[in-house]
């Protein structure tokens, strides 16, 4: 009998168990989104915003505020927002409450080609990033006669440039010429300096801040044309 009587405890208290599991899915099943919240990671850049996030998703029918948590489309918020051309990584949740957090990442572009038929960034991974209609990042551009074929090599150059915050205080153009040699422009002064092609180019710019601190520097910005990079172990510079 005692036995019996242990038995039929556990089975009421299984019973119960599954019940307010029941309860509680069911009641989250009719909990709604009260807070929908965007969270841009920081960055030097502005393609994004919350705002727009949320008319991106009210557009698609997907914006999660009101809705009740089994009508909240995580995945497909996501992965909407993956899609877009600025976005680098996202990550969307849901917690208990039925609230909805998107967190974001931009992409990071570090140069910006502006070649005769098409204008677009490439981003810090090396890949093509589209131009914004809403927002334009102050990065290095690459001019002239872009051969695609050899743009890594370009690219390259201008990691290095953008990763060297000397650099990148010094530089503000890459042009290139018919015979592919690079033509670089400061922000400082109005000589052009002849680079020549992307080899040798840790060696070029040693010689080219060597010459900063101890030619420029004492003879002033403008009183050269040209500073040629071209010729090894050696700076030719015309005057104007």
């Known amino acids: 009998m005692q ?12 019973s119960g168990i599954v019940l307010l ?3 509680s899915i069911n009641k989250q099943k009719l909990t709604t989104c009260n807070v929908f919240d965007v969270e841009i ?5 502005d393609f994004v915003d919350s705002k727009m996030i949320e008319e991106f998703l009210k557009n698609k029918n997907l914006h999660p505020s009101g809705k009740f948590r089994t009508e909240i489309a995580i995945d497909e918020i ?3 927002i993956a899609n877009h051309p600025s976005v680098q990584n996202v990550n969307a949740f ?6 909805v957090k998107v967190e974001i990442k931009q992409r990071n572009p570090i140069v910006r080609v502006k070649a005769i038929n098409k204008s677009f960034y490439i981003d810090e991974s090396g890949k093509e990033m589209p131009l914004s209609e809403v927002y334009t990042a102050r990065v290095l551009v690459i001019t002239g006669n ?11 150059m201008a990691k290095f440039i953008t990763d060297s915050p000397f650099w990148k205080a010094q530089i503000m153009q890459m042009h290139l010429e018919e015979n592919e040699d ?19 180019v840790e060696e070029k710019f040693r010689k080219l801040k060597l010459f900063y601190e101890k030619g420029i520097s004492d003879k002033g910005w403008n009183n050269y044309s040209y500073i040629n990079l071209k010729f090894k172990n050696q700076i030719v510079c015309t005057k104007k």
Do not use: H, T
């Not at 036995?3 to 299984?14: D, G, H, N, P, R």
């Not at 990671?41 to 850049?45: K, L, P, T, V, Y």
């Not at 849901?94 to 609230?99: E, F, K, L, P, T």
């Open 21 to 23: 599991m029941a309860f």
């Open 146 to 156: 872009v051969n695609y074929s050899k743009l890594d090599d370009f690219f390259s």
């Open 41 to 45: 990671a920081c960055s030097e850049n």
């Open 94 to 99: 849901s917690d208990i409450r039925g609230n």
């Open 182 to 200: 690079i033509i670089l422009i400061p922000r400082v002064g109005y000589q052009q300096i002849v680079f020549g092609k992307p080899v040798n």
């Open 78 to 80: 996501e992965k909407n």
């Open 3 to 14: 036995k019996v009587i242990e038995i039929v405890k556990w089975v009421l208290l299984l």
